[in-house]
């Protein structure tokens, strides 16, 4: 294996570190704003997309680069009585992504997307949702490509979904 080849592999609960971190790394900010304070993540609206990874319809994988973390993607289940930011309905779940600074642009996302968006259609999860900053036009237009739809915009979000 070269230094530069991609390992992708399931993610287990022994990464939950990595995994809060992402999703802190997964904050869209728009240039120039200063960034959220770390507390963000003990806020009961955010703990429920990292909390306890390893519940029945949590499914994800990292990106090692080097034996080093540097991105992950991971889906969950939402109820309608506790929806996240880009709920759709109960069986669909909702995603995650982050990639270290230093390694976005580079493919890695969507190749992190292709492995769920598959794991989950053998599964039999029939689609996955996500919510996107519209400002945020660059991860807008991966998803878009990637064949999410646009289903709903609150604010400056916009809930997206990709049905399998």
């Not at 790394?25 to 507390?39: K, M, N, Q, T, V």
């Not at 306890?52 to 034996?67: C, I, M, N, S, T």
């Not at 997307?113 to 039999?124: A, I, N, R, Y």
């Amino acid at each position: 294996m070269s230094e530069l080849d991609l390992l992708i592999r399931p993610i287990t609960v022994g990464d939950q570190a990595f995994l809060t971190e992402m999703l802190y790394l997964a904050f869209y900010l728009p240039e120039g704003d200063p960034p959220f304070p770390r507390s963000i993540l003990d806020r009961p609206d955010i703990l429920k997309y990292h909390a306890a990874y390893g519940k029945a319809g949590d499914f994800g994988f990292l990106a090692l680069r080097k034996q080093e973390e540097i991105g992950a993607i991971w889906c969950r289940l939402h109820r309608p009585e506790n929806p996240g930011y880009g709920f759709v309905r109960a069986d669909v779940p909702e995603l995650n992504i982050a990639m270290l600074p230093q390694v976005r642009g580079q493919g890695i996302g969507q190749q992190l997307m292709l492995c769920l968006e598959e794991k989950l259609q053998m599964e039999g999860v029939p689609g996955m949702s996500l919510s996107v900053d519209h400002r945020n036009l660059v991860a807008y237009h991966i998803y878009h490509k990637l064949g999410y739809q646009r289903v709903k915009e609150e604010g400056t979000a916009i809930t997206m979904l990709k049905l399998f």
